[in-house]
């Protein structure tokens, strides 16, 4: 009991991200900055691969950057990575079942490299036909969700992002904004869900370990104080 009281109790919002951040608002923008600009570092270097296998077509007029990329697809990745990001823990606490799964960094950084890797095969390994290859990397995003989540909000969000985003891709190749080679689903690739659910899983973990440190952050100046 004495052990008990001797323990600083943690404010049930946790405030600053770094010691000379005191607003919670001012907390949650250098988290979405954080997070938007690690979306746009991976979309860069994984649309890379899907340009490179000829994957993703993008008309010439609209290709300007180093990347063969166009221009909106990394900051509409970023500011995607962001709300995702934000929105994992937010939605932790409303449900009142934090993330308590693998929380630490090396974890996160091996969900990332498995994120790759999956869209890496989606790109350079040859299937025998699409029905196999959304199947399989089906199967590895689930394993990533069950390997480095296994929460239900975390399933839940995952699969609400991949209906979004494939809905918005259906609509920007209906009007002309890019291509996908042989599409098999509607207008896209069959396995591109499997790809947006891998990703959402991906981003909210990060979210989730960036929300955790601030936690840290202020429960060790509880305890110096």
């Given at each position: 009991?004495?052990e008990?009281?001797?323990?600083?109790a943690?404010?049930?919002?946790c405030g600053?991200y770094?010691?000379?951040v005191?607003?919670?608002?001012?907390?949650?923008?250098?988290?979405?900055?954080?997070?938007?600009?690690?979306?746009?570092f991976?979309?860069l270097?994984l649309?890379?691969?899907?340009?490179q296998?000829?994957?993703?077509?993008?008309p010439?007029?609209?290709?300007?950057?180093?990347?063969?990329s166009?221009?909106?697809?990394?900051?509409?990745?970023?500011t995607?990575?962001a709300v995702i990001?934000l929105?994992y823990?937010?939605m932790?606490?409303h449900?009142?079942?934090p993330?308590?799964?693998k929380?630490?960094?090396s974890?996160?950084?091996?969900?990332?490299?498995?994120?790759?890797?999956i869209?890496?095969?989606?790109?350079?390994v040859?299937?025998?036909?699409?029905?196999?290859?959304?199947?399989?990397?089906a199967a590895?995003?689930?394993?990533?969700?069950?390997?480095?989540?296994?929460s239900r909000s975390g399933?839940?969000?995952?699969?609400?992002?991949?209906?979004?985003?494939?809905?918005?891709s259906?609509?920007?190749?209906y009007n002309?904004?890019?291509?996908?080679?042989?599409?098999?689903?509607?207008?896209?690739?069959?396995?591109?869900?499997?790809?947006?659910?891998?990703?959402?899983?991906?981003?909210g973990?990060?979210?989730?370990?960036?929300a955790?440190?601030?936690?840290?952050?202020?429960?060790e100046k509880?305890?110096?104080d």
């Open positions: 009991m004495a008990n009281d001797a323990m600083p943690l404010p049930k919002k600053p770094i010691s000379s005191t607003s919670r608002g001012m907390n949650l923008v250098i988290r979405g900055i954080v997070l938007f600009f690690i979306g746009v991976l979309a270097v649309n890379l691969l899907q340009i296998r000829n994957v993703t077509l993008f010439p007029d609209v290709i300007t950057s180093i990347f063969s166009a221009w909106w697809v990394p900051p509409c990745c970023g995607a990575s990001g929105l823990p937010c932790d606490r449900l009142g079942e993330h308590k799964f929380r630490e960094w974890s996160v950084m091996r969900c990332v490299a498995v994120f790759v890797g869209n890496h095969a989606s790109a350079k040859d299937f025998a036909n699409n029905i196999q290859l959304s199947l399989t990397l590895l995003s689930i394993g990533l969700w069950w390997t480095f989540d296994r399933f839940g969000l995952g699969v609400g992002i991949a209906f979004l985003a494939t809905l918005v259906q609509l920007l190749v002309g904004v890019y291509q996908y080679t042989s599409p098999d689903f509607l207008y896209v690739r069959s396995w591109l869900p499997c790809i947006f659910f891998a990703g959402g899983i991906t981003m973990n990060i979210g989730r370990q960036l955790m440190y601030e936690c840290k952050v202020i429960a509880s305890h110096e």
